[in-house]
């Protein structure tokens, strides 16, 4: 049985990466760590990023799990215009999330719809802003309900 974090993590960015971003050259890809390339963020990047899943007992056998799915957005920039525009394509981005009106919902795993929560931070930590680039982390926690029991392949 596969990971529910790898395919949430997998879904989200399928559907991200079909919705037509301004500006038109942000790219989005799926990856199992955000490895940063500076020279090669010239133009909008979008990482989507399993995270992390936190299991509580809400039942005898049953079980609900929040996954949560890291999502990188970032790019080098040189004026105020393009940081307006960097925030303007992550607000897009988070109402995308917060919506969840994706035309390939059915590619979603089973019992993942719209998320519990979603957060943003910008700039965490005040990284890389010496080599002017400008990022964000969106967060998205997709809440399961599972019963407490291995799955027979």
């Known amino acids: 049985m596969s990971s529910y974090l790898r395919e949430i993590a997998d879904a989200l960015a399928t559907s991200l990466g079909e919705v037509s971003w301004m500006p038109a050259s942000t790219t989005v890809e799926r990856k ?10 010239e133009d909008p990047v979008v990482y989507v990023v399993p995270g992390s899943a936190d299991v509580s007992r809400i039942g005898r056998l049953t079980s609900q799990t929040d996954y949560e799915i890291n ?4 790019r ?3 004026s105020d215009a393009d940081v307006d525009e960097m925030l303007d394509l992550a607000d897009d981005i988070l109402r995308h999330i917060k919506a969840h ?42 809440r399961i309900a599972e019963f407490d029991e291995l799955q027979q392949e």
């Not at 199992?32 to 963020?41: L, Q, T, Y």
């Not at 999502?71 to 970032?74: A, D, H, L, Q, Y």
Request: overall charge negative; hydrophobic content about 45%.
């Open 32 to 41: 199992n760590w955000a490895s940063i390339d500076v020279e090669g963020m």
């Open 71 to 74: 999502v990188f957005v970032g």
């Open 76 to 78: 080098r920039v040189t």
């Open 101 to 142: 009106e994706f035309d390939d919902l059915e590619e979603w795993p089973e019992g993942v719809t719209s998320p519990q929560a979603v957060t943003i931070d910008i700039n965490p930590a005040d990284a890389l802003n010496e080599r002017n680039v400008w990022r964000a982390v969106i967060v998205a926690t997709y």
